[in-house]
């Protein structure tokens, strides 16, 4: 098998729990920083292949926040009979198009499904202002993805490049709003070892989501101490981040990886200019893991 070859089945390994670097299992928004296409890499050399993972993670207290914290993160992903999927945390999502295996163009589609445990727990934020605001119910947001990816473009035959535009609504009156989010991907092998990547991301969401978690009632400007404001929806953020894993026990298609990566995300518009943010927070969101993962 090549270099490229393994490295492409064994991107599992490595997004698996990087996803998790932006999805709140530390109460932070849902995922923007991984795709739900990141199992197809997994298929492109063809051949079943799944990976477990678990690490831990350094995130903003809330979505937001300039207090940050450790907690557990889990996930897994693969490909079953050119079917692939990702789990990592609190998303699932599932390629329902089978690719031919090997170097070329194929198109993805699939449902996304995420808990938004944003803000749902007043006991995981420090700042004392957020915390008067209260709890948000977790939301459960369910929607579906389109993408389209290709193998061998700059570096190799296995370096990948892929496209994913995905919406999910939340369907348990949490937020009651729509996220639409674009993702650009690219992936290289190194070696038989080693493979890097970076990715691009952002998010649109509606009036309500915007509301729910950035705007601060009259009500709440009394309890809090922070002013009143009333925040509207459109593009919330952008994020960029770079990912790796090295194979610490035999090559990046068996046995024990180290997984690392890290992102950097941005909030806009009115997300960066309320209150929540600007002065209990602050628009820059770092975010960061590291971990251990399993291929077999």
Partial sequence: MTIGETALRLLALTVAPLALIAIPAAAQNAPTAVPPDAAEAVDAAGGDSITIGAGGAYLPDYEGSNDYRFSPAPGAIGSVHGFNF?????????????????????????????????????????????????????????????????????????????????????????????????????????????????????????????????????????????????????????????????SLTGDLLHGFKLVGGGTYARLLNDFGDSPVTRIAGRRSQWLGVVGLAYTF
Avoid: C, M
């Fill in 86 to 246: 990702t789990l990592a945390g609190n998303r699932l999502s599932v390629d329902l198009i089978p690719n031919r295996p090997g170097p070329g163009i194929d198109i993805q589609a699939g449902p996304v499904g995420v808990l938004n445990f944003n803000r749902s727990s007043v006991k995981n934020i420090d700042d004392v202002r957020v915390r008067a605001l209260g709890e948000v119910n977790t939301a459960i947001e369910l929607g579906g993805y389109v993408g389209i990816g290709k193998t061998g473009v700059i570096t190799s035959d296995f370096d990948r490049l892929s496209f994913s535009l995905s919406y999910r609504h939340d369907v348990n009156n949490a937020h009651d709003s729509g996220i639409w989010a674009p993702s650009i991907n690219y992936l290289t092998p190194l070696s038989r070892k080693t493979l890097v990547g970076l990715f691009v991301s952002a998010e649109h969401v509606n009036d309500r989501y915007a509301r729910t978690y950035f705007s601060v009632t009259p009500g709440q400007a009394l309890v809090s101490g922070l002013p009143a404001y009333n925040a509207g929806g459109g593009w919330k953020n952008y994020t960029i981040g770079a990912l790796g894993t090295v």
